[in-house]
Nanobody, 118 residues
């Protein structure tokens, strides 16, 4: 049974930083990918950042240069470092894992709220 548990959300002023963490337990399979998604009120869930088992990275355009996805050496914890936060980054952020690069959405965490005030 795969479990993903996010932490690190909170409230911050525009221009500030936050680091989200996602603790993974359970076996997926060797070549899985992991990702961060977000969903703002009234909007569809969108993929923010992806990391493959081999370390390939992908970001949505709106966060390039500001957000960094990474994982620890044991690949048990996924991170999202968010710098230069903007009010439009306000959303519920979800950790996800999956089988297909660019989707990575077979397993989900419960989400952590990020609120950026201007």
């Amino acid at each position: 049974q795969v479990q993903l548990v996010e932490s690190g959300g909170g409230s911050v002023q525009a221009g500030g930083s936050l680091r989200l963490s996602c603790a993974k337990s359970g076996y997926i399979y060797d070549n899985y990918c992991m990702a961060w998604f977000r969903q703002a009120p009234g909007k569809e869930r969108e993929g923010v950042a992806y990391i493959s088992a081999r370390g390939a990275l992908m970001y949505t355009d709106s966060v390039k240069g500001r957000f960094t996805i990474s994982q620890d050496d044991g690949k048990n914890t996924l991170y999202l470092q968010m710098n230069s936060l903007k009010s439009e980054d306000t959303a519920m952020y979800y950790c996800a894992a999956g089988f297909y690069w660019g989707r990575c959405n077979n397993y989900w965490g419960q989400g952590t709220q990020v609120t950026v005030s201007s």
